[in-house]
T-cell receptor, first 113, second 116 residues
Framework: AQSVAQPEDQVNVAEGNPLTVKCTYSVSGNPYLFWYVQYPNRGLQFLLKYITGDNLVKGSYGFEAEFNKSQTSFHLKKPSALVSDSALYFCAVRDTNAGKSTFGDGTTLTVKP | DAGVIQSPRHEVTEMGQEVTLRCKPISGHDYLFWYRQTMMRGLELLIYFNNNVPIDDSGMPEDRFSAKMPNASFSTLKIQPSEPRDSAVYFC??????????????FGEGSRLTVL
């Protein structure tokens, strides 16, 4: 079985400040982890993934995420938030042998000027 | 590549009518997924295909829903008869497990369905 938890429904940050969107996961085997972003009235867009190797992965739009195996976490981060980063963010996990990914409930990020 | 293409983008219909949503996945992708998104239930996986074969349809809400993938470049999701509670945004996504990909999903822009 695989599951994902995004403990915060909403994250608010000021423009220029660092941001973190939290994600924890549970899988029976080795995880593949993903972050997606959804802007209003659009489909989800792939941001970044962790497969293996370096625990810090970099993705689109200056986002990065840190894989922490002991804490089963994969938090999304950005050093300096932009107003245009405001969107709905989804974390997803897939066991390496699974056919489908399991998505979290999403976190709405609001960056204020 | 053109990305995942869905049609129609918007559909308004009356209760009891048949609705057909269409999806063209990214060429070369061997997985295709249908999702439904609502405010109340969030993002739900309805069904997914691998190499045109349905693998898991446990998310299909009831017999009124059916999905087909007659070939690698086309899939449909049909609702017959439609009900107001089917109102949602329906997403199609495709992915690949080869050529360097590891199953990240590429989503279409969605079909917004309103059943009156």
């Amino acid at each position: 079985a695989q599951s994902v938890a995004q403990p915060e429904d909403q994250v608010n940050v000021a423009e220029g400040n660092p941001l973190t969107v939290k994600c924890t996961y549970s899988v029976s085997g080795n995880p593949y982890l993903f972050w997606y972003v959804q802007y209003p009235n659009r489909g989800l867009q792939f941001l970044l993934k962790y497969i293996t190797g370096d625990n810090l992965v970099k993705g689109s739009y200056g986002f990065e995420a840190e894989f922490n195996k002991s804490q089963t976490s994969f938090h999304l981060k950005k050093p300096s938030a932009l107003v245009s980063d405001s969107a709905l963010y989804f974390c997803a996990v897939r066991d390496t042998n699974a056919g489908k990914s399991t998505f979290g409930d999403g976190t709405t990020l609001t960056v204020k000027p | 590549d053109a990305g995942v293409i869905q049609s129609p983008r918007h559909e308004v219909t009356e209760m009891g009518q048949e609705v057909t949503l269409r999806c063209k996945p990214i060429s070369g992708h061997d997985y295709l997924f249908w999702y439904r998104q609502t405010m109340m239930r969030g993002l739900e996986l309805l069904i997914y295909f691998n190499n045109n074969v349905p693998i898991d349809d446990s998310g299909m809400p009831e017999d009124r829903f059916s999905a087909k993938m007659p070939n690698a470049s086309f899939s449909t999701l049909k609702i017959q008869p439609s009900e107001p509670r089917d109102s949602a945004v329906y997403f199609c996504a495709s992915s690949s497990r080869d050529r360097g990909y590891t199953g990240e999903l590429f989503f279409g822009e969605g079909s917004r369905l309103t059943v009156l």
